[in-house]
């Protein structure tokens, strides 16, 4: 927010691949927001939005309305900026809340390594069909339910389509050819919708109703999101009728030349159209008379874009064409032709096809008009056949992928449904990006007795797939999805936070360990004992004994003081200590075996500790070269043989 030139505050913030653009803070006053607002959305207060509370949010919106003012196309009219829904607060409650580091980690949209869409979360399980069902499906996964009974409703619903195969291939096949309802209609209301927007439009509110039949088929109860679906507002199906008995069904992309508007629609046009005919019946006969006349049987009367019409003669004939001929063009094969008659019928026929266009153009923008008038109304079927595309979508990938309908545990007062238990669960990602082999499923039992599991195993082994795995599972249960496992007995969450991997924050100057603490600090700092926490190797950016520390008081904190769920995935074997001391911490390992110089890894959880991590031999599979890996293995003799035999523990 600046003030253009004058503006002294520093741009260094923005990277240098984003463009700025200053915009007037006079349009984000508090004053100029709220009267922005009302006019926009006709009110006289707003205090039937609920938002009057919330001064920073009506000047940011009051702003968002400046912009759109500020760049509406240059054709539109004075006031003419798409129709927005009245602002709505969201409510922290309502909504598992993920931070960025937990995005990025889990992978929700993009990869964390090269920051594509293919082998992201999104990409593994969206099987929606249209544009608005992919966008709702992306919204859930970025804002999880924390209302046990608006899961529920979604799970029961996705789970009756899982049942029916055969009523989710009928529903899926409506769904199929359906354009973005919900941004045509906003490019119908602010006037800048084609003609085949509005076919689109029409060809989707016409199959509200057959949509409605096949959910009412179903007989259950219908998820309260899905209203506009199961109770079809008749003014849409009054004006996809007036948008078929209007337009036709092809129209061209270009607006001004006419050919949208059907026949009998238009005394005026249908006038002008019967005039049309009549000069090309003209045109008809003058063609045969001059064919007479000129004893050129081949000849054509044709028409060109940019001469008009003209008569087309070989050039062998040109010589003998009558008199009253006029020679138009010359190409290398024929000769083009008009005569006084034709020329003067040109005219009148361009002045009819012009006032034709317009009067089509006058018409259609009419019908613009009227569809624009039911926006609001067609958005909320648009976000109603969204929820239902994702639903739909989601129970295709449940069926295909072999996914169990989780339990999902009503949080009570006591946290005693604060728990997961998962048999056989699966890495969704994962086990659809593998070819030649199957992925190897784990149980987990967290929340109850064990609040923390210490994970150790080597690296390359899966512990961090697993930990992103429980995160991608936890997310699907509280969307209303079912999940990748055998069986699922899942509680709510209010918060999912991860840290795993190693990341520079070069722009801002932070190095790896800087990062690694900082979001350690935020876990610590906004955890809560509903929280689930993944952890991947913290401490490990400074020295050994540091970061063992580090890692040994932030384990203690997590057990002993915020008592949320956490797994955390370590190199430090000390840590197994801690399930001696504690009763709620459980130590598990990932499996490896080891058959001479091989190192096969298993990629089975099970309980117990790892008394080695197999760093050397990971190395190995990893390239390096073998005269490091043997310097490496002496002086790794060397450190254990120079070792104490007895540790000190690390808490006294």
Known sequence: MGGGAECCISKDWCPETSQLTDISSVHFNPLEAENALKKNFQLITLDGLGIQDFALATQAAGGLLAYLHDTKPLDSEINSIPKLDVPSINYKEDFLILDSQTRRNLELTTTQRDNQFHGSFLWAIDRTLTAMGGRC???????????????????????????????????????????????????????????????????????????????????????????????????????????????????????????????????????????????????????????????????????????????????????????????????????????????????????????????????????????????????????????????????????????????????????SNRFMDIKGCRHPVVEQILVEERFTPNNIKLGKETELIILTGPNASGKSCFLRQIGLIQLLAQIGSWVPAEKAEIGLVDRIFTRVGAVDDLAAGQSTFIVEMADTANILNNATKRSLVLLDEIGRGTSTFDGLSIAWAVSEHLANKLHSRTIFATHYHELNDLSKRLKNVKNFQVLVQKTGKELIFLHQIKSGGASQSYGIEAARLAGVPNQVLTRARTILNKLETEAPTSKKDPSS
Request: charged content about 30%; some cysteine.
């Open 137 to 415: 499906l992306r919204q859930w996964l970025e804002a999880p339910l924390m209302h046990a009974k608006l899961i529920c409703e979604r799970q029961e619903f996705i789970s009756t389509l899982v049942e029916k195969r055969s009523a989710r291939k009928v529903i899926r096949k409506l769904l199929r050819p359906m354009g973005d309802l919900e941004r045509i209609a906003g490019r119908a209301g602010a006037g800048q919708a084609g003609a085949r927007d509005l076919i689109a439009i029409a060809d989707g509110l016409e199959r509200l109703p057959k949509l409605a039949q096949n959910i009412k088929g179903l007989s259950i109860r219908i998820p309260s999101f899905l209203k506009e679906i199961n109770e079809v507002n008749p003014s849409l199906i009054r004006v996809s009728s007036i948008i078929r008995d209007q337009l036709i069904n092809n129209p061209p992309l270009n607006l001004s030349e006419g050919g949208l508007i059907h026949d009998g629609v238009d005394p005026i046009l249908d006038g002008l159209r019967n005039q049309l005919d009549d000069q090309e019946s003209w045109l008809s006969n003058q063609e045969e008379k001059e064919k007479v006349s000129s004893k050129n049987y081949n000849l054509k009367l044709q028409y060109h874009r940019t001469f008009g019409y003209f008569f087309s003669v070989s050039k062998a004939k040109a010589a003998n064409v009558p008199d009253h001929w006029i020679r138009r063009q010359t190409l290398a094969n024929e000769e083009r032709f008009i005569t006084p008659d034709l020329k003067a019928r040109e005219g009148q026929i361009f002045q009819l096809k012009a006032r034709t266009a317009q009067r089509e153009y006058e018409l259609f923008c009419k019908l613009r008009d009227l569809v624009g008038l039911e926006t609001n109304s067609i958005r909320k079927a648009a976000r109603a056949v969204a929820g239902l595309d994702a639903m739909a979508g989601l129970a295709d990938l449940a069926s295909s992928e072999g996914y169990c309908k989780p339990k999902i545990l009503i949080p009570d007062n006591n946290n």
